[in-house]
DNA sequence: AGGGTATAGTCAAGCTACTTGACTATCTAG
DNA sequence: CTAGATAGTCAAGTAGCTTGACTATACCCT
């Protein structure tokens, strides 16, 4: 696209693939550091990801297999490290000896509730640097790719991608 | 891929940071695909983000360190795999005797030009999806996330962070 | 009821992609 | 010529996964 670099060698590269990343990275970055300072300083991006899947009224540990994509010793991984730190408490299921419920605590509902709010805040500052538009149109375009990417990748990639649908 | 799943309890998120991450997601994993159907199979994606960073005509291993944003001990173990992988090579910096030239290989280069088709076939398949005007206007949008965001760093953080800090 | 199989979760070991810390070799400035 | 900065290496540790092997419980069938 624009190429108006020739300093010294070659260009960073600008393609899709990389602007997306820059931009989720960025975006990542902005909202660990906002935890952080938010005094969550357990906050990591995998706890995250994996956060984001657990329900607020809490559910059980083999849903949230379900729900996200990694392998059931990754979560169990992730979930020690945060009933370490006193995020999510695991208790018993009744209906069945087996299984374990993942609830939230107090201190991991207030995490969210933080997490929120900076979520709000990070998209206000977006909107204001693209436009009202410009968010919306890029929101419906995230969105696209999401749909058809997971189609695409279906029909070709086979079973061993890391197909974010849920299924 | 409509949305019809309030199946049980609360719906995934749908925040401009997840769905960047799952378009970035997306494409990396697409990426990764082709080039490995394109018989590249030692590519992952933390070379990937190396290799973006060397320049066709070879460069010091230490203007390597300042372009990527990691440690050098990081990149020189990921110089490490892709010299095993015969992907670049590296060469007494005839300047200077503590320094090291980093240089594609044949099939290093190779591997670039492939690379470049599959980005192409991807963005042409992008483009297919949400139209010239959408796409032009997604890079739009990328593209200021990332200058902004640099701007924030340029701000307050030094230049090795990947913090974005608001602070 | 008894036996087979599927499901829920755990334990252990290994891999990748990093990190920090400590070290050697070389260059450059005073 | 020596002090210090710079280029690169070596070693060990961490996070976040993976696969494989295992235990405990539930469900289903005859």
Redesign the pocket.
């Known amino acids: 696209m624009v190429k108006e670099l020739d300093e010294k060698a070659e260009a960073l590269p600008d393609h899709v693939g990389w602007r997306l990343w820059q931009a989720s990275r960025a975006w990542q970055a902005e909202f660990a550091a906002a935890m952080r300072a938010a005094g969550h300083g357990w906050f990591?991006?995998?706890?995250a990801?994996?956060l984001g899947h657990i329900t607020r009224t809490g559910m059980?540990?083999?849903?949230?297999?379900e729900r996200s994509?990694?392998?059931?010793?990754?979560?169990?991984?992730?979930?020690?490290?945060l009933e370490a730190e006193g995020i999510v408490e695991?208790l018993p299921?009744p209906?069945?000896?087996?299984?374990?419920?993942?609830r939230y605590t107090r201190k991991g509902l207030d995490a969210l509730r933080d997490g929120d709010r900076i979520k709000m805040e990070i998209e206000r500052r977006y909107v204001g640097r693209i436009g009202e538009e410009g968010f919306t149109a890029l929101m419906g375009a995230l969105r696209a790719f999401a749909a058809g990417g997971a189609a695409a990748m279906d029909e070709d990639a086979g079973p061993?991608s890391?197909v974010v649908e849920s299924k």
């Open positions: 990591t991006e995998a706890r990801g994996l059980r540990q083999s849903a949230l297999i994509a990694i392998s059931k010793q990754a979560i169990q991984q992730l979930l020690d490290g695991r299921d209906q069945d000896g087996r299984g374990k419920l993942v061993e890391e």
